[in-house]
């Protein structure tokens, strides 16, 4: 922590949904980048269904990280959007458990069920780390 730029955001837009890599930390100070993307991709295409976040590569997520993932859950909702976590890191599954928002935050209580687009030759980004961590 210290750098304001932590947190890195890509979306990619895929018929009736949007998919958002989150890479970094998620903070106080580095939420604005994720309020601004949910924002944008809301104001676009109405016929936008649902957002899914793959958060496999964030290193970091406190309270107020917590906070703007819920703020964009309920900002999705609002315009009968489906917003859900798709792939967690370690730090966030824990932290998810934590705070007993498993269920809420990720799509049936499994933040693993799908692979992402984003992980793989196309976009470039690389695999998330395999972990052992009992959460």
């Given amino acids: 922590m210290g750098d304001l730029t932590l947190l890195g955001v890509a979306v990619v837009d895929v018929r009736r ?13 580095s939420a604005g980048p994720l309020r601004a993307a949910i924002s944008s991709i809301l104001a676009g295409d109405r016929r936008l269904r649902r957002i899914e976040l793959d958060a496999a590569l ?6 107020a990280g917590l906070d703007a993932l819920l703020g964009a859950q309920r900002q999705a909702a609002a315009r009968g959007v489906t917003l859900r976590l798709v792939r967690t890191s370690a730090p966030l599954r824990r932290l998810l458990k934590l705070t007993g928002l498993t269920e809420v ?9 799908a692979p992402s687009p984003f992980h793989g030759p196309l976009y470039g980004f690389p695999p998330p780390p395999a972990t052992t961590e009992a959460v």
């Fill in 105 to 113: 935050l990720t799509a049936d209580g499994d933040p693993d069920p």
């Fill in 58 to 63: 964030l290193s970091f997520c406190d309270a």
């Fill in 17 to 29: 949904s949007s998919h958002v890599l989150l890479a970094g930390e998620l903070d106080h100070y």
